[in-house]
């Protein structure tokens, strides 16, 4: 059986190689050489490197960099305690050097590059940045910047798709050369691993494909990782692939965006071509500047949509709460939802009911998609640009639904929304033929892939896919399914209030049942007896008349209050309500006339100590004060001195007023029920009352977004305290 050797399958991190414009010294946490590179013969001269191991730093630096080892020693306790990287210059008798000091686990790195002259000039006084900035193009004119400053033939901007293959979509070429702008690349031209390592080290240079390469020796067991070298050796297949591509140096530089590797700059050279660390530092620089340009430009267009998005959802979130139905504010936005992601379709699906608008497949077969995407997928959000190859073409092709983006607005409901995006047809231009190549090993029974011999342009008419949907897309189809879900929980939330209020309206109805039919027993019952001692009179004297008339008079007056107080309860919550600055005293003072008499207790005494005005309308006013001032009088009515005390004063944004009476007061047991509608306290059945002027004084003060409360009074009585808001309070109700 023939085994087959893939780039994946290339350890390149661990090469156990380097490149020969450079060497490299590896110590340990005990600061003990550990790895070296075989051309360290360099500067130890006479030494052998694998004499060397074991050699401790400080022995080190001092043998071979005398004059710089106080300089380096300081250096290497800056990087090991911030965990930074620091490169300077040394030189070794006539000899310079670059010296990148780094740590790396426990180990720590000294590595070295030959400084070279240089085979081109660049001019660093120039403002590269402000180039940048002043062009609209950003990675174009990264291109020319950073071929102005290293001196390649070739400088292209390498951008990954979502399938990993690459395109490229800027380029700087020297005269004579063969434009790429526009060429694809298929994924294995940068494997995952390699992916993974341009994401940790985002500069990588080759500056001689055609150089040695020298080993790094060890006595220990473990591979060097050298992930954050600069002086890596490349792997073998990458040097092949640059040899048939025409190339002799190579570097790149990584393009991150929000933590992924987002593309590359890739600079390429015809001759062998060495970056200086300046140079290479200031492309590197150029490069994040650049990308934090281009990252300020998207998140500008983002918001641009962002709002765009935020007037259509305060749209279906105002429409949903007015309708009760998510649904319905969806379906009256389905065309600016469809202009707003660029798609050429929307449906809306309900169970099996299904609207649409735009250019879609018909209802059958967006109800055949939306069943084989939530088979498939468990997450809320599914997208692609080529849907019927990702089902493996298990229905039947539309070539309005070639690309699709689903969420999922309700599971409980099946609701859920599609944007479709209809086939085009594309030619794509791949830089040589997009298909691996097998070659023989030294192994019998073993091929390895090949880099292809050839990167001339090659054409494939690409079918079945619609364009892709970005980031954006995938950002706003977010926010309209957490929008579903906000007013989702808003609207349980209005349900489990509503639920709540029927709760209580349900006990009042029980509690309003029982006392009703109990408190009319006795008028009725009264009403009964008098009319039956009338039909039993052959003769009635008009003495006997009057008294029995009388009687039923006061039956009926008292079945007409309690229909009254339920009518007046009924008012206190739904009547509309026009403020007005008023002061209370004259009312007080009327209704408490009106009370000795009713009660009964001429010799009862008005107290009132200040009476400031209230933010209130006029009916609520007497309303309040009638129920309040009332029972005050009546529950004081019994006692020898009886006395009701008025007072008011400001209090935190307040007019608070206070009724106190020296009458039955409350059983703290009871307190909680008082404001229940129909309840009685139990120390009040000698007195007449139907048990609901509180509930009507507590109704009231919600309205006006005030407070009531009770408590025992200092006097033995009752002290009931209303706080009336001013009207900037009253404002937030």
């Not at 050097?97 to 030959?114: A, C, M, P, R």
């Not at 209704?591 to 008005?606: G, M, R």
Request: aromatic content about 10%.
């Amino acid at each position: 059986m023939t085994k087959l050797v893939n780039c994946e399958d290339e350890q390149i991190h661990i090469p156990n190689q380097i490149q020969d414009f450079g060497f490299l010294f590896v110590f340990d946490q005990h600061l003990k050489l550990q790895y070296i590179s075989e051309n360290a013969i360099r500067i130890i001269k006479d030494e052998s490197p694998d004499a060397l191991l074991q050699i401790e730093l400080l022995e080190f630096l001092d043998e071979y960099f005398n004059q710089e080892a106080e300089e380096i020693k300081y250096i290497i306790d800056h990087v090991k305690q911030h965990k930074n990287s620091k490169t300077i210059s040394v030189k070794r008798e006539d000899s310079s050097y670059y010296l990148s000091i780094y740590t790396d686990g426990q180990l720590l790195h000294l590595e070295f590059e030959n400084q070279y002259p240089l085979s081109y000039k660049y001019n660093f006084s120039i403002n590269y940045f402000e180039v940048i900035d002043r062009h609209k193009n950003i990675w174009h004119t990264l291109c020319e910047v950073v071929q102005e400053i290293i001196g390649y033939d070739r400088v292209m901007i390498y951008q990954f798709r979502n399938d990993h293959s690459g395109k490229v979509i800027a380029e700087k070429i020297k005269p004579g050369l063969e434009s790429y702008l526009n060429y694809h690349y298929p994924e294995f031209d940068i494997p995952q691993q390699a992916r993974a390592l341009y994401l940790k080290k985002i500069f990588r240079t080759v500056p001689d494909i055609d150089s040695p390469r020298h080993r790094v020796i060890s006595h220990q067991k473990t591979p060097l990782d050298l992930t954050f070298s600069n002086i890596r050796a490349l792997s073998p297949i990458h040097l092949e692939y640059l040899r048939n591509a025409h190339v002799t140096a190579s570097c790149s530089i990584s393009i991150v965006i929000n933590g992924k590797l987002w593309g590359l700059v890739a600079c390429q050279n015809e001759t062998a071509n060495y970056v200086d660390v300046a140079a290479r530092n200031q492309a590197i620089a150029l490069t994040k500047y650049a990308t934090n340009v281009y990252q300020s430009q998207q998140s500008n267009l983002w918001l641009k949509r962002s709002l765009i998005l935020k007037r259509i959802e305060l749209e279906v979130q105002s429409k949903s709460l007015l309708k009760n139905s998510i649904k319905e504010a969806i379906v009256e936005n389905l065309s600016p939802l469809t202009k707003l992601l660029k798609a050429d379709g929307i449906a809306f699906i309900s169970n099996t009911t299904v609207f649409k608008y735009g250019e879609t497949p018909d209802d059958t077969h967006i109800l055949e998609i939306n069943q084989k995407i939530v088979s498939r997928h468990k997450e809320n959000l599914y997208a692609s640009n080529n849907f019927y190859d990702a089902i493996h073409h298990e229905l039947p092709f539309d070539a309005h639904a070639a690309g699709v983006l689903w969420i999922s607005i309700n599971t409980l409901r099946k609701e859920s929304a599609i944007w479709f995006r209809k086939e085009q047809q594309q030619e794509i231009t791949w830089a040589g033929k997009p298909q691996k190549v097998l070659a023989p090993t030294e192994e019998p029974d073993v091929l390895k892939v090949s880099p292809r011999n050839s990167f001339a342009a090659w054409k494939e008419t690409v079918k079945g896919s619609a364009f892709p949907w970005t980031d954006n897309d995938l950002y706003v189809a977010e926010g309209l399914k957490d929008l579903a879900l906000e007013t989702s929980l808003m609207r349980m939330e209005e349900i489990k209030s509503l639920n709540n209020e029927l709760k209580d309206l349900n006990y009042a109805l029980d509690s309003y049942a029982y006392t009703i039919s109990h408190d009319l027993k006795n008028p009725l019952s009264v009403l009964k007896l008098n009319t039956q001692m009338l039909l039993s009179r052959t003769e009635i004297d008009s003495e006997f008349l009057k008294k029995r008339a009388s009687l039923m008079l006061e039956g009926i007056n008292k079945m007409n209050d309690m229909i009254m107080n339920i009518l007046e309860l009924s008012r206190s919550k739904n009547i509309d309500i026009q403020l007005t600055l008023l002061n209370p005293i004259d009312t007080i003072k009327s209704i408490f006339a009106d009370c000795i008499d009713n009660h009964q207790s001429p010799n009862c005494q008005l107290i009132i100590k200040n009476s400031l005005p209230i933010y209130i309308e006029k009916t609520m006013k007497y309303q309040v004060f009638s129920n309040l001032i009332s029972n005050a009088v009546k529950y004081s009515s019994k006692c020898a001195e009886p006395k009701v005390i008025v007072d008011s004063y400001e209090q935190d944004n307040y007019v608070v007023y206070t009724i106190e009476d020296n009458g039955i007061g409350i059983i703290p047991e009871e307190a909680d029920h008082l404001f229940k509608i129909f309840h009685r306290l139990s120390n009040a059945k000698e007195f007449n009352g139907s048990g609901v002027g509180l509930s009507i004084v507590q109704q009231i003060m919600k309205r006006l977004n005030g407070k009531i409360s009770i408590e025992p009074s200092p006097t033995q009585g009752t002290l009931i305290t209303l706080r009336f808001a001013h009207t900037d309070k009253i404002a937030e109700q």
